[in-house]
């Protein structure tokens, strides 16, 4: 198949927000006519984001004032992820949650106890924490050295959170701290994990035949389409250069300038 009929195949389309859509607060030019060819085509798209830092609701926000119309339903966060996973592996847990005030209400929202008093604590939860404290980082050691084997999950493990001024420390880089103490890695339900793409398959019903995972990222983006058996498309308008390509262990099953080769495809024009 050419790369303009794989795309004409794929029925999901998993989009990556930053770096693929948008870069921090510049919608690409293509980006509107994209979506709107999406769904008069009858195919269906959702926003796939590791950012647990962030509401559903403070993405609809932003993408309503980059001038996009989105809903809650249009959204498959780590946060929903981390849900999920608790929901099959852990229902009743308790959780300790290292990461931002919105992180806890989603968690209350779907049901979980949120407690700060380690005694009552069953699980431990880590996300993007842009309000970490060191009392935080304090609590989950203490649990991590006092509770051995207490279940551990983060919302994503990526290093770095892009900034217009470079990065910041995402939770990745929160959980290599508590490895350093602990020798603990967390389980992490966001990309390159394929739960999203799992989940999203379950809610839309579309198989991994008909499901395009695209991002600009590879250890995170393509690497959680590939690891779900999905069509993984990397595109090259964000942080990803030819060299880190190049060197990369895991290639995409497609690489595109961006993602208007795939509203190019879709208008049965020529793809790159
Ligand atoms: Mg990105």
Do not use: W
């Amino acid at each position: 198949m050419t790369a303009g009929d794989r795309i004409r195949n794929t029925q999901l389309f998993l989009f990556d927000m930053d770096g693929t859509l948008y870069l921090e607060n510049d919608l690409y030019d293509f980006t509107k006519e994209l979506l709107s060819v999406i769904r008069e085509s009858g195919r269906r798209y959702l926003f796939v984001t590791n950012n647990s830092s962030k509401s559903v609701k403070d993405y609809i926000v932003k993408l309503e004032k980059l001038g996009i119309a989105a809903e809650y339903d249009d959204f498959l966060t780590s946060t929903q992820a981390v849900a999920y996973y608790l929901k099959l592996h852990h229902a009743d847990a308790r959780l300790y949650v290292c990461g931002t005030e919105s992180l806890k209400e989603e968690l209350r929202r779907e049901g979980f106890i949120v407690t700060e008093e380690l005694e009552k604590t069953d699980c431990i939860i880590m996300g993007n924490d842009t309000e970490l404290t060191f009392q935080k980082l304090y609590d989950v050691s203490k649990l991590l050295h006092t509770r051995p084997g207490i279940p551990y999950v983060a919302t994503n493990l990526d290093y770095v959170c892009p900034t217009s001024f470079g990065s910041v420390p995402d939770c990745g880089s929160m959980c290599d701290m508590l490895y350093n103490v602990s020798k603990r890695r967390p389980i992490s339900v966001g990309k390159p994990s394929p739960l999203m793409p799992q989940l999203a398959m379950e809610r839309t019903g579309i198989d991994a035949a008909h499901t395009a995972m695209v991002g600009d990222r590879i250890y995170t983006d393509v690497k959680s389409g590939l690891n779900a058996g999905v069509l993984a498309v990397l595109v090259m308008s964000g942080e990803t250069t030819q060299e880190i390509l190049k060197e990369s262990e895991d290639q995409p099953d497609l690489v595109l300038e961006s993602a208007a080769c795939i509203l190019s495809a879709l208008k049965n024009e020529d793809v790159n």
